[in-house]
């Protein structure tokens, strides 16, 4: 497997791959990418080929300046471009009408593009080395979780990746949350790494769906998703202890449990961190010998909003 460090020497390469319709997988703040040209709709073939994802799931476009947008989309609003001069670069990502250089396989077929402009330096600056935008789901199996190291990526995908950029464990650790503006109403298609309350706080009110028939059919809104091997069981607070299970606590508990196969996802209940944590904390229990995994729910607001949507579908794979 091909781990290698984010150096500027690794990044050009990286770049020579991605211009070459290779993949390369990538860290970002949120989940690691697994990127290729986006504009190169064979090297896009490529993604939903080695992450064995359906081709009705849009993938999101990634861009180094906020002026590109214009090279992919349609030009936005002014309340738009507000949203973008506040939230890029960072884990917000917004639908837009696509252009024509936009390859029918990134959107899925649908007139719209997903965009964002992350600001892990090492995903701008392999960016711009490659002079493309980049087309890049998380760098994981399609339904398994997402991965938050470069380890998680290679034991996922390994081979079928040309090079995996690492860049340590992601700071957020969450996917980006997705926006859609439509007739000057601001729509959450996916909850995520910035928390609903805080675009709130600029733009007004955000209506939590899409108008019926507007919705294309993605994955990141399907039941289930995000999916550890292991069934998954949503509690409020863990009680007791059984054999061969695992336990995730959101914060340290008050009583004993078994160290060997518990995480706690923040010990003081501090939502960033716990979505920091999320991912890589199933990713330990789900390679533990047990059979079941019981998580405790967290608050549901702020990104805690976030870290429920991915805990539900993690869920729902054995409901
Ligand atoms: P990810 O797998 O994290 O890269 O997220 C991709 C998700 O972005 C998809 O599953 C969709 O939910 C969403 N998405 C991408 N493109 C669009 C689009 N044009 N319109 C609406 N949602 C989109
Ligand atoms: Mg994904």
Not at 59 to 71: D, M, P, R, T
Not at 149 to 165: C, F, K, N, Y
Request: a negative charge; hydrophobic letters at 40%.
């Amino acid at each position: 497997m091909n781990i290698v460090n984010t150096t500027e020497e690794n990044i050009k390469k990286a770049a020579e791959i991605i211009k070459n319709g290779g993949l390369v997988a990538f860290p970002t703040e949120t989940v690691y990418g697994l990127g290729a040209d986006a504009l190169n709709p064979v090297a896009a073939a490529g993604i939903f080929e080695a992450k064995k994802r359906p081709f009705f799931d849009p993938l999101i476009v990634h861009i180094a300046e906020i002026s590109h947008v214009e090279k992919i989309a349609e030009k936005p609003g002014p309340k738009v471009l507000k949203l973008m001069d506040r939230f890029w670069p960072g884990p917000l990502t917004i639908v837009l009408s696509k252009k024509d250089i936009v390859p029918d396989i990134v959107t899925s077929g649908i007139p719209t593009v997903a965009v964002r402009m992350p600001v892990h330096p090492a995903a701008l600056a392999l960016i711009r080395a490659a002079e493309t935008p980049i087309a890049a789901p998380s760098a994981n199996r399609f339904g398994c979780l997402s991965p938050t190291t470069a380890e998680h990526v290679s034991s996922q995908l390994g081979d079928s990746v040309d090079m995996i950029l690492d860049g340590g464990p992601c700071s957020i650790g969450i996917e980006s949350t997705i926006i859609k503006i439509m007739n000057n109403r601001f729509y959450l298609l996916r909850p995520g790494g910035i928390a609903p309350e805080e675009i709130e706080d600029f733009t007004g009110e955000i209506l939590l769906s899409e108008p019926q028939g507007e919705k294309p059919e993605a994955p990141g809104q399907l039941p289930y998703h995000y999916s550890p091997e292991k069934q998954v069981i949503l509690t409020d607070k863990i009680t007791r202890i059984e054999e061969r299970s695992g336990y995730l606590f959101f914060r340290s508990p008050d009583m004993s449990y078994p160290e060997n196969r518990s995480k706690i996802l923040s010990a003081n209940g501090d939502l960033r961190e716990a979505a920091a944590n999320l991912f890589s904390h199933l990713h330990r229990l789900d390679m533990l010998d047990i059979d079941k995994i019981y998580v405790e729910r967290v608050e549901g607001s702020g990104l805690g909003v976030a870290i429920m949507d991915r805990l539900k579908k993690a869920s729902m794979k054995y409901i």
